[in-house]
């Protein structure tokens, strides 16, 4: 396998933007990415992967790349007869298509490859729409099998599934019944959560391309709007949109480029996916095999890892990936949350973007969102945020669900500039 570089990355302010679409929001990240390459065009793309979940709500159930590339095609933008591959996994989209995207290269199949992803999930006018989008994230054919999974684990969490979904999907009332279970086996607390919500909020009112700017504290909170026990709306992602994407090259392909470029250029030390299963309560979740997976093929381990972005869907979930990735023991992810190690100036910063609970959740984007901030981080262009151990990266991104686990978990590996 050859070596594979992030010579460019962008990605859009996240919010909820009613009146951009899906290409206004291609558009965006597209040409934010070229200029961050320093490139007028994409002439020297060879392939590129589109990830999207929820644009077949809207009509486009198929060839939703190649439709929103059409203008850019015409333009000029975007070269003529490259293939597009359209790529869905739940909230992990953009990581399976940056995850293609690295295929592409490393096998040398490719020299220069496009990972994007485009999401919209705000319909201020058809609510019901954005449900469709995520409900998609769950197996509509045999229901049943999910019911009686989460009865059971409902019972042994101290906290019954709601089939209405609690606070509005049945995603955060499952979310909600393994931070129960956490809470009973380990001894995790609401505060614990709260501390891990507080502190990325903080992160995120520095992040221009957050959607929620604003600070948050441990009070406050605590005391938010229930969603469902023990999760509050402060603790958990909001609906928005947002693009993002990622520009991948071989290291042959990045010596004959520019010293600028090349000063730049963030290698992926590993991109490795892992798929779920109905697994038991105390089973390690999917991204503990995908982490030691990626940990092998890098030849490192947690101790080299300076800075993570992970899927806090809510903020419980940044608890419990801390222990899956290999940063705290079973139990330990509460406290060392509460150590205050994970916010900035801290030993092991977390989600300096603000994660998925401040920055947004553009399911189909967030991935690649994960990848710019690391991005900027490891380049020491992240501004006001910016952290001082920055060398070794990792971003953990799961998507859909099955039972307690996600559908499909990626975790990916990057290493700074050689100039940093």
């Given at each position: 396998?050859?070596?594979?570089?992030v010579?460019?990355?962008?990605?859009?302010?996240?919010?909820?933007?009613?009146?951009?679409?899906?290409?206004?929001?291609?558009?965006?990240?597209?040409?934010?990415?070229?200029?961050?390459?320093?490139?007028?065009?994409g002439?020297?793309?060879?392939?590129?992967?589109f990830?999207?979940c929820?644009m077949?709500t809207?009509?486009?159930?198929?060839?939703?790349?190649?439709?929103?590339?059409?203008?850019?095609?015409?333009?000029?933008?975007?070269?003529?007869?490259?293939?597009?591959?359209?790529?869905?996994?739940?909230?992990a989209?953009?990581?399976?298509?940056?995850?293609?995207?690295?295929?592409?290269?490393?096998?040398?199949?490719m020299?220069v490859?496009?990972?994007?992803?485009?999401?919209?999930?705000?319909?201020?006018?058809?609510?019901?729409r954005?449900?469709?989008?995520f409900?998609?994230?769950?197996?509509?054919?045999?229901?049943?099998?999910?019911?009686?999974?989460?009865?059971?684990r409902?019972?042994?969490?101290?906290?019954?599934?709601?089939?209405?979904?609690?606070?509005?999907?049945?995603?955060?009332?499952?979310?909600?019944?393994?931070?129960?279970?956490?809470m009973?086996?380990?001894?995790?607390?609401?505060?614990?959560?709260?501390?891990?919500?507080?502190?990325?909020h903080?992160?995120?009112?520095?992040?221009?391309?957050?959607?929620?700017?604003?600070?948050?504290?441990?009070?406050?909170?605590?005391?938010?709007?229930?969603v469902?026990?023990?999760?509050?709306?402060?603790?958990?992602?909001?609906?928005?949109?947002?693009?993002?994407?990622?520009?991948?090259?071989?290291?042959?392909?990045?010596?004959?480029?520019?010293?600028?470029?090349?000063?730049?250029?963030?290698?992926?030390r590993?991109?490795?996916?892992?798929?779920?299963?109905?697994?038991?309560a105390?089973?390690?979740?999917?991204?503990?095999?995908?982490?030691?997976?990626?940990?092998?093929?890098?030849?490192?381990?947690?101790?080299?890892?300076?800075?993570?972005?992970?899927?806090?869907?809510?903020?419980?979930?940044?608890?419990?990936?801390?222990?899956?990735?290999?940063?705290?023991?079973?139990?330990?992810?509460?406290?060392?949350?509460?150590?205050?190690?994970?916010?900035?100036?801290?030993?092991?910063?977390?989600?300096?973007?603000?994660?998925?609970?401040?920055?947004g959740?553009?399911?189909?984007?967030?991935?690649?969102?994960?990848?710019?901030?690391?991005?900027?981080?490891l380049?020491?262009?992240?501004?006001a945020?910016?952290?001082?151990?920055?060398?070794?990266?990792?971003?953990?991104?799961?998507?859909?669900?099955?039972?307690?686990?996600?559908?499909?978990?990626?975790?990916?590996?990057?290493?700074?500039?050689?100039?940093?």
């Amino acid at each position: 396998m050859r070596d594979v570089y992030v010579i460019a990355t962008s990605c859009t302010a996240f919010g909820k933007r009613p009146e951009d679409g899906f290409k206004d929001l291609a558009r965006e990240a597209y040409l934010e990415c070229l200029a961050d390459a320093g490139w007028e065009d994409g002439a020297p793309i060879e392939q590129a992967w589109f990830g999207n979940c929820g644009m077949g709500t809207f009509g486009q159930r198929n060839i939703r790349g190649q439709v929103c590339f059409t203008p850019l095609v015409r333009e000029g933008l975007f070269p003529e007869r490259v293939p597009m591959i359209n790529v869905e996994g739940g909230c992990a989209t953009a990581s399976m298509a940056l995850h293609g995207a690295w295929k592409d290269v490393a096998s040398g199949d490719m020299e220069v490859a496009l990972a994007i992803g485009v999401e919209k999930t705000f319909v201020p006018d058809d609510p019901a729409r954005t449900l469709e989008i995520f409900e998609g994230g769950i197996d509509q054919l045999d229901p049943g099998d999910w019911h009686a999974y989460y009865r059971a684990r409902g019972e042994e969490a101290g906290k019954p599934f709601e089939p209405n979904g609690g606070g509005g999907t049945v995603f955060m009332n499952t979310y909600a019944m393994q931070a129960a279970w956490h809470m009973r086996r380990h001894g995790t607390t609401r505060e614990q959560i709260a501390v891990a919500a507080s502190k990325s909020h903080r992160h995120g009112a520095l992040n221009p391309k957050a959607q929620y700017r604003f600070e948050v504290s441990v009070e406050a909170a605590l005391a938010d709007r229930e969603v469902s026990w023990p999760i509050t709306r402060a603790m958990a992602a909001p609906v928005g949109d947002g693009a993002a994407a990622a520009i991948l090259v071989s290291g042959d392909a990045l010596a004959r480029m520019p010293e600028a470029v090349r000063r730049r250029a963030v290698k992926v030390r590993a991109s490795v996916l892992s798929g779920g299963k109905y697994r038991a309560a105390d089973e390690p979740g999917l991204s503990r095999v995908a982490a030691r997976k990626a940990y092998d093929r890098a030849g490192l381990g947690p101790a080299d890892v300076d800075l993570l972005e992970v899927h806090d869907a809510t903020s419980f979930c940044e608890i419990f990936q801390l222990e899956m990735l290999g940063f705290a023991e079973d139990g330990g992810g509460g406290p060392l949350v509460e150590s205050g190690a994970t916010a900035l100036g801290g030993r092991l910063p977390v989600n300096l973007s603000g994660g998925l609970v401040s920055k947004g959740h553009p399911v189909g984007a967030t991935g690649l969102s994960m990848i710019h901030e690391l991005a900027l981080q490891l380049r020491g262009e992240a501004g006001a945020r910016q952290t001082e151990r920055a060398r070794i990266a990792l971003a953990e991104n799961g998507g859909g669900v099955i039972g307690f686990d996600e559908a499909a978990c990626s975790v990916i590996l990057l290493e700074a500039p050689e100039t940093r």
